[in-house]
């Protein structure tokens, strides 16, 4: 099973054959709230190998060791989600910590607790406890406060248990800006237009609300953007003059959410191995240190290794020794936008089934660093947060998200999964799944595979989320679908089963019914995912490696196709058809055909395809066009072009390429064998303090650049900023699992493992992700203990 013109990932693995002749460094630290002790083994790669003699000081030690590789990172995370970043780093940051507020949970915690099964708040109170018994050692140990904090002249904050849960705004829940932006196409030209800016799957018509106006004001979204951004440290200067990363920082939201994942699993009757193969390489947008945290807990009852994210107990990605589970997201619909009409005597009322209604106020202080405190009004509908006030039409704007209800905080659920033993007690952890909404694939040393979708489902009886809808009272959630009515598979015929956030509902789901959600990434992914796995022959290990670092672009192969008969007496245009000409759409650094595919699809056709198909207004409007809708039109012309349809296509083609062969001509020089993608396209791993300083600092605090290769729709995903080709988005984490012989897994995480500059774990990986290697997950002790770097031994403080 070959992938053209890609090579096989290696494998680092440079495991000694027996102990290794050097004392393995080893310290010992004693803290207050440790039971019985725990000992730490950090392997070659950073990955810390956990051994504790109770589930309790397991996740204990996993918040300890948190703190000690990534506390900068999950103190950022707590204060940004808990709204108290102005109190150290000043007034600038006031307004983000308003809107932070307006998201968290405020409902009933036992509720919340319970949400996630058994022991969920026992385990975070233990993995609070150790986050702040790290804390605590560098209060009384300065050397080993991170710079970041140095720097910026403030001390890490002691976490509650609650905190790990309440903070909601880092998940990702959908679809409140994709309602705002079809408002804004039906407002200024059409619910038409609209498809072709978003390709609705299933086939689905939607239509504007009785009494909606779907003029929505500017700026409306400005506090919900707020909410959910991350830290930007250049607030209080200028930043014009910095390089790389003012263009990280200047990143536009909605291209640093692109999305994309993908996730397969291989029953024993397909593999090489005669084994289950799991394997899964979640995409999210690019950052130093990397969202993903790779850890290992071992305790009685408990021996689960994989990835999470740091500042959350337990793995979410991995396997525990029997199963192994990794996801993708699914596309469920959890957000709506309530419009309301005030009351012109009074505007803090609204209009509720034909009464004013009035707008609750919460009054909560926030501390400044440099000033004084401010108390500030939270307002609330019965809806959820009040995020903007129109005072000329007289309205107001709320949202609704499934975020505010319990159990909903995000990946937290994993904790309950992650320790399965087989499907039955897998798919009951799944039914209660809230956020984000997943495609959960899974596989077991008894041999079966399968694929379990959760997620919190609002039931709308009478609409389809797809727009605002009026706060009147007529548009109201009826409870969520139970998640036993979610379709799954067990251990289906072809054998073998994938998802890259593609629409998978199955046939025969009724989906009218239920309106799970309607907008769903472009299936390129799973396309070629699928005609892979498909291939007769055995899948092994390697191949899962290969094809997560797959770069062939499906779109670019179908592009291709479309071009192959047309010709063309203009010499740029005859030019650009003869690179593309026979070209196998494999988008590598050094193709010069993939740097002009990805400028023609990026840049130029998009936009010609928009001025044919729509008018002026329209075009301007939409904005851009879908890959999917596209796509099907160029390759079926009829009913979208309208008269002389196919000329009027091929016309669209070939000015558009034109256009993007000349641009690269000024850019790359004359010779297209010069035009190397890698030399357009790159990576980059900022820190989000690296825009505070000088070259020096950025060159301590990020990573990169790197040439990038792939694109937005291959399975290796690239997703990048068309403005100047900065990847954004991506696999940062990569695993594949031999399921049974766990220790023939493999594992990668990008930048590295550590969050401290200072680290060499900080950023010793990124190379070898970008060749798409991997190193060995181990799972055995003895194993581990050949590759351990360094030992740390938790005693109990008496």
């Known amino acids: 099973m070959k992938s053209p013109r890609h090579l096989l990932p290696s494998v680092v693995l440079c495991l000694a054959a027996g102990a290794a002749t050097a004392a393995v460094p080893s310290q010992v630290i004693k803290v207050a709230g440790l039971e019985q002790g725990a000992e730490i083994l950090v392997d070659r790669w ?189 607030k209080n200067q200028k930043v014009a003059a910095l390089d790389l990363p003012e263009q990280v920082a200047g990143a536009d939201l909605d291209l640093q959410r692109m999305e994309g994942s993908n ?109 004084a405190p401010v108390t500030t009004d939270m307002l609330f509908t019965r809806h959820g947060p009040l995020i903007f006030t129109e005072a000329a039409k007289q309205r107001a704007f709320a949202v609704r998200s499934g975020w505010l209800e319990a159990g909903m905080a995000p990946y937290f659920g994993s904790i309950d999964y992650m320790l399965a033993k087989n499907f039955g007690e897998f798919k009951k952890a799944m039914l209660n799944w809230g956020a984000p909404t997943e495609n959960q694939v899974y596989a077991d040393t008894a041999g079966n595979i399968g694929w379990v979708p959760g997620g919190l489902t609002p039931i709308r009886p009478n609409w389809d989320g797809l727009l605002p809808v009026p706060g009147d009272g007529r548009y109201e959630w009826d409870g969520f679908l139970p998640g036993d009515k979610l379709p799954f598979s067990l251990n289906p015929k072809k054998g073998w089963f994938a998802s890259a956030n593609e629409m998978n509902l199955p046939d025969g789901f009724p989906y009218a019914k239920h309106k799970l959600g309607f907008e769903w990434p472009n299936n390129a992914r799973q396309v070629r995912i699928s005609e892979v796995l498909g291939r007769k022959g055995k899948v092994s290990i390697e191949d899962s490696m290969r094809l997560q670092n797959d770069v062939l672009s499906v779109p670019a192969r179908r592009m291709v196709a479309l071009l192959a008969p047309l010709r063309s007496a203009e010499p740029k245009t005859r030019a650009a058809l003869s690179l593309l000409r026979g070209w196998d759409a494999v988008e590598t650094r050094e193709s010069p055909q993939a740097a002009l595919f990805e400028v023609w699809w990026s840049r130029h056709l998009n936009k010609a395809y928009l001025a044919a198909v729509l008018d002026a207004k329209s075009a301007a409007a939409v904005g851009s066009a879908d890959a999917t809708g596209m796509m099907a039109a160029l390759e079926r012309p009829a009913a979208t072009f309208g008269r002389d349809a196919r000329a009027r296509r091929d016309q669209v083609l070939l000015t558009s390429l034109a256009a993007a062969f000349a641009e690269l001509e000024l850019a790359g020089g004359p010779d297209p064998k010069a ?53 954004l988005n991506g696999p940062s984490f990569r695993v594949v699992v031999d399921v049974g012989n766990w ?46 770097e360094s030992t740390i031994v938790l005693q109990p403080a008496r």
């Not at 204060?79 to 405020?106: C, I, M």
């Not at 401290?756 to 997950?777: I, N, T, V």
Request: charged residues 20%; glycine residues 8%.
């Open 46 to 234: 950073g990955v810390p190998h956990i051994y504790a003699q109770s589930q309790d000081d397991a996740f204990f030690a996993q918040g300890f060791n948190a703190a000690r590789d990534r506390l900068f990172q999950i103190d950022l995370w707590r204060r940004r989600g808990l709204g108290e970043l102005a109190s150290v780093l000043g007034p600038a940051y006031l307004e983000q910590d308003k809107a932070s507020r307006l998201f968290l949970y405020r409902g009933d915690m036992q509720k919340e607790w319970q949400s996630y099964g058994q022991g969920a708040q026992r385990i975070t109170e233990r993995f609070v406890a150790g986050i702040n018994a790290y804390v605590d050692y560098v209060a009384r140990t300065p050397a080993a406060l991170p710079f970041e904090f140095r720097r910026l002249a403030y001390s890490p904050a002691r976490w509650k248990a609650e905190d790990v849960v309440r903070i909601r705004s880092h998940g990702l829940t959908r679809n409140l800006t994709l309602e705002v932006a079809r408002a804004a196409v039906a407002c200024n030209a059409s619910l038409e237009a609209d498809q072709v800016r978003s390709t609705l799957q299933p086939a689905w018509k939607t239509q504007l609300p009785a009494g909606l106006d779907p003029c929505l004001p500017a700026g409306l979204l400005d506090t919900f953007k707020l909410a959910t951004e991350n830290v930007w440290f250049g």
């Open 263 to 371: 996730n397969w699993v291989v029953a024993p009757s397909k593999s090489a191995t005669g084994r289950p193969i799991m394997a899964n390489d979640p995409h999210r947008a690019y950052s130093a240190p990397s969202l993903r945290y790779i850890a290992h807990l071992n305790a009685p009852g408990m021996n689960v290794i994989g990835a999470g994210e740091p500042a959350l107990p337990g793995v979410s990605i991995g396997h525990n020794g029997t199963i192994a589970f990794g996801l993708t997201i699914f596309s469920i619909d959890q957000e709506d936008l309530y419009v309301y009409e005030l009351n012109p005597a009074n505007r803090m009322q609204y209009k509720y089934r034909g009464q004013w209604e009035n707008v609750k106020v919460l009054k909560e202080t926030i501390a400044v660093k440099g000033a």
């Open 675 to 727: 035009w190397h993608w890698g030399k357009l396209h790159y990576s980059y791993f900022a820190h989000p303090m690296s825009i505070l300083g000088d070259e020096s600092l950025r060159g301590k605090l990020n990573v990169g650049p790197f040439q990038a290769q792939g694109g937005a729709h291959t399975v290796n995903q690239s997703g990048y900023r068309p403005s100047d080709f900065l990847k």
């Open 743 to 788: 220790d023939n897994s493999r594992a990668i995480n990008t930048p590295g493992q550590s969050g401290d500059p200072d680290s060499p774990h900080y950023r010793d990986l990124a190379a070898a992700w970008g060749k798409g290697e991997y190193f060995p997950l181990l799972y055995s002790r003895k194993l581990i203990e050949a590759v351990t």
